[in-house]
């Protein structure tokens, strides 16, 4: 006879991965709402200020660096005090900084204070919203660790990363809406693109907080699985210190690799996410019907678009063919990325499908390779106990290889041109394809460094 406590359980442990799972992909979702409207204010921006290229580069530096610092630090800090609290001050946090940028956007404080004024406090107000930005995903990881083993993440966590790639595209959507449709039709203000986006994101962050627990404990089932003590045997290891939780990190040579692959596809995937948007802006392409373009709405978010498809592609092919290992898709990935990446700036821009044929790809490779990295190689080689910190390392990293796309690609765009500048995306991701060969081998069974 089934024991009925037991059906109980499994019942209430589906109900609760359906909620946790949902809560997650919403929320990472809506972290881009607050991040991805500045790229699209850019060419407003510009108009406004009067700013060049380099000046706005500034500004995507300053959210890529402290988004750098905030995911080493934020990292450790969901590992050692709770993912739930510390990925809902990120949301609240960054909508506060969104919304001062709205409020020191306006005319009457740029003619007070002077455009580079301006310059500097927007560079500040988001180089902090890169912060609040970088409590989101580490803790997501380190959610998603505790409530799925490792044989289950492949699918799951493959499933789990299209939520940025949805969330960057509806963003992009959002803020073409907000800084086109809705200012030459409705009459409306293009500064919109900071606040609506807030609203929405202050609502989803009260939902997560409400959904969310830390863990099967927290909920009152049993912990999926048990974690291998420092000695390698079975039993649960002692919670570690902060400190422990560092070192175990930073003495990890797997996530070194991870992290380095990481730091050169987000020279590439930053990229694009900057500076697509102008670059299609001063692209010949089609005329916009009332101030709504929909060809080139579609040539910038076919990228993130497609890259849900390859978040899932990612996930299922590591474990169809390679047994949980990730470096070999990680690898093919990157070097498609790498080739199609350099090709892009000589396509035709007037040539709609073509040019989307390529952003899809680019997309699709892209984000393939980002969730094998920051989500399943966090989890397989950071282990329970130290996922968010291995998320954070790994995302950090790759933070400091986007800011190279923030000020320094702006410029070697007004010194040298697109064409130079995603070539040299290119050859990043051909590098980065090339470093991770080092783990090939290395698979989720892997013991994390104690």
Same mark, same amino acid.
């Given at each position: 006879? !089934? ?6 359980? $499994?019942? !209430? ?39 060049? $290229? ?31 609290? +510390? ?44 912060? #609040? ?55 409306? !203000? ?41 000695? &390698? *045997? ?28 990481? #730091? ?35 040539? +910038? ?8 498809? &390859? ?8 474990? *169809?063919? #390679? ?26 821009? &007037? ?7 390529? +952003? $899809? ?60 500048? #995603? ?28």
């Amino acid at each position: 006879m !089934d024991d009925p406590t037991a059906q109980a359980t $499994a019942g !209430d442990l589906r109900r609760w991965r359906i909620r946790i799972v949902s809560a997650v992909w919403i929320t990472y979702f809506a972290y881009y709402l607050c991040r991805y409207n500045m790229p699209m204010a850019g060419t407003r921006l510009r108009d406004v200020f009067a700013w060049g $290229a380099a000046d706005i580069g500034i500004i995507f530096t300053a959210l890529t660096v402290m988004y750098a610092v905030g995911q080493f630090v934020n990292g450790q800090l969901a590992d050692r005090f709770g993912a739930r609290l +510390v990925a809902t001050t990120g949301v609240f946090g960054s909508v506060v900084m969104n919304l001062a940028v709205f409020a020191i956007t306006f005319p009457a404080f740029s003619k007070a204070n002077g455009p580079q004024y301006t310059l500097l406090l927007v560079s500040l107000f988001w180089g902090a919203n890169g912060f #609040f930005q970088a409590m989101g995903w580490s803790p997501m990881v380190r959610i998603m660790a505790h409530w799925y083993p490792a044989e289950n993440r492949g699918k799951v966590m493959g499933f789990v990363g299209t939520c940025y790639q949805f969330g960057g595209a509806f963003s992009w959507f959002l803020a073409f809406f907000l800084t086109g449709y809705y200012v030459q039709v409705w009459g409306g !203000d293009w500064r919109a693109v900071f606040w609506v986006p807030s609203i929405l994101f202050a609502a989803v962050g009260l939902f997560f907080f409400w959904a969310v627990r830390n863990s099967p404990e927290e909920a009152g089932l049993a912990p999926m699985e048990e974690e291998a003590a420092p000695d &390698g *045997r079975g039993g649960h290891p002692p919670r570690r210190t902060l400190v422990q939780n560092v070192i175990g990190t930073l003495t990890n040579p797997y996530l070194w690799v991870v992290a380095g692959t990481f #730091f050169l596809l987000d020279m590439n995937r930053y990229g694009f996410v900057n500076w697509l948007p102008m670059f299609m802006d001063e692209a010949a392409g089609s005329v916009e019907v009332a101030g709504f373009d929909f060809k080139h709405v579609m040539k +910038v978010c076919i990228h993130p678009l497609c890259g849900g498809a &390859g978040a899932i592609f990612a996930g299922w092919a590591t474990d *169809r063919f #390679f047994q949980g290992r990730r470096a070999p898709v990680i690898a093919i990935l990157l070097l498609v990325l790498g080739l199609f990446t350099m090709v892009f700036p000589y396509l035709d821009a &007037g040539r709609t499908w073509l040019v989307m044929t390529v +952003v $899809a790809a680019i997309g699709f490779c892209t984000y393939g390779a980002h969730i094998l990295m920051v989500g399943h190689a966090a989890q397989d080689f950071g282990k329970k106990s130290g996922a968010a910190g291995a998320a954070g390392f790994i995302d950090g990293m790759g933070y400091i290889g986007a800011s190279l796309a923030g000020w320094g690609a702006g410029e070697m765009i007004e010194s040298r041109g697109y064409e130079c500048t #995603f070539v040299v995306f290119g050859l990043a991701a051909i590098a980065g394809a090339m470093l991770v060969c080092v783990i090939w081998k290395a698979g989720p069974t892997v013991r994390a460094a104690q």
